[in-house]
């Protein structure tokens, strides 16, 4: 099995900073892509930033030139510096791994970002 535990989220001021990460743990051969994604009340789930093991990025457009992912493959790690945060970002984020030789997608169980104005 595998887990990704979150961490980072929390109640910031519009304009303000946060840093999630996520630790995948288990039984891991192989990472392709990890990312996060993020989901609003009723709202549905939507890619936010994801990161191939070899560093090429895609971001969604709502937070190009604000968010930057990056990963530590030796730790398993993916980050999420999140800038200049809209009370629009406010969602639940989810990170999300690629494992194993069929690029099985694993979830994180969310963490809480609350951006005020």
């Known amino acids: 099995q595998v887990q990704l535990v979150e961490s980072g989220g929390g109640l910031v001021q519009a304009g303000g900073s946060l840093r999630l990460s996520c630790v995948a743990s288990g039984m891991i051969f192989r990472i392709s892509d990890m990312g996060w994604y993020r989901q609003a009340p009723d709202e549905q789930r939507e890619m936010v930033a994801m990161?191939?093991?070899?560093?090429?990025?895609d971001y969604a457009d709502s937070v190009k030139g604000r968010f930057t992912i990056s990963r530590d493959n030796a730790k398993n790690t993916v980050y999420l510096q999140m800038a200049s945060l809209k009370p629009e970002d406010t969602a639940v984020y989810f990170c999300?791994?690629?494992?194993?030789?069929?690029?099985?997608?694993?979830w994180g169980q969310g963490t809480q970002v609350t951006v005020a104005s």
């Open positions: 990161i191939q093991s070899g560093g090429s990025t």
């Open positions: 999300a791994a690629d494992v194993g030789r069929f690029s099985k997608r694993y």
